[in-house]
């Protein structure tokens, strides 16, 4: 998962909102969002480790996970990440309990941000610093480096998601389409704007869009999750190569 953005409100009929976009080899082996047999976890699989990087759970149970762009610490023999989500989506631990549990091992695995829901609090963990931050009311996001840097594509779908929460009187479906076009932006960043992350230029071009478009890599999942106090509505588009592959949509 490459970029996610949410507004989080606490304590209303609609407490979280997010949307995201992961980003990953197209030959790397994937289940599109389903309900897991071995677990009351919903969501995609990476079919090569066998976690994943956005889910759902009984109780309001979320998690989401972005890889850190950092190629000089990038070690090939590190842990799965996404075993971080599919762990906490999982337990029955609080948020702040599971944080606390993976932080003397965070350093075991390449950089990470993970986002954890218990259905009461929402919290942000940067493996690099070990750091936990307790995520206020309000739109926020994060991509491939801290909680809130600001990228030009997390800007752009920050300033986005800000203009569509602030139309109250837009139907659900013309909501959920307008969110899914945000993320279907496949703009290029300007070169200015651009951060340096240690890859080649040409490449940092090429992964600065919202959605990205490559030969062998690119945006593979676009999902979207409504999660209000009794239900929630998860839904994913799949990409490969060619486009869109399909869209899975799951009522709770």
Not at 46 to 69: E, H, I
Not at 101 to 107: G, H, Q
Request: net charge neutral; proline share 6%.
């Amino acid at each position: 998962m490459c970029l996610i953005a949410w507004n989080w409100q606490p304590g209303t009929d609609q407490p979280l909102l997010l949307i995201a976009n992961r980003d990953e080899y197209y030959g790397r082996p994937t289940r599109p969002l389903h309900h897991w047999a071995d677990a009351h976890i919903c969501a995609g699989k990476d079919l090569q480790a066998g976690g994943t990087w956005l889910g759902l759970a009984p109780g309001g149970r979320m998690a989401a996970l972005t890889n850190v762009r950092d190629l000089r610490h990038q070690r090939a023999e590190a842990p799965s990440r996404g075993a971080l989500v599919s762990n906490f989506l999982g337990s029955q631990v609080s948020a702040q309990h599971y944080l606390d549990s993976i932080a003397p091992s965070a350093t075991q695995y390449n950089a990470f941000n993970l986002l954890v829901c218990d259905g009461r609090t929402l919290l942000g963990f940067e493996s690099r610093g070990a750091r936990m931050l307790i995520m206020q009311p309000g739109i926020a996001a994060v991509s491939n480096a801290g909680f809130d840097t600001p990228w030009p594509k997390l800007v752009a779908l920050k300033s986005s998601l800000q203009h569509w929460v602030a139309q109250q009187a837009v139907s659900q479906p013309t909501l959920r389409e307008a969110l899914f076009e945000m993320l279907a932006n496949d703009q290029t960043a300007p070169d200015a704007q651009l951060p340096e992350t240690g890859i080649p230029l040409e490449r940092e071009r090429a992964l600065s869009p919202a959605f990205i478009r490559g030969s062998d890599y690119g945006t593979r999942a676009s999902s979207l999750i409504m999660l209000r106090r009794n239900s929630a509505l998860f839904v994913e588009r799949s990409f490969d190569a060619q486009g869109r592959s399909g869209e899975v949509s799951l009522h709770f």
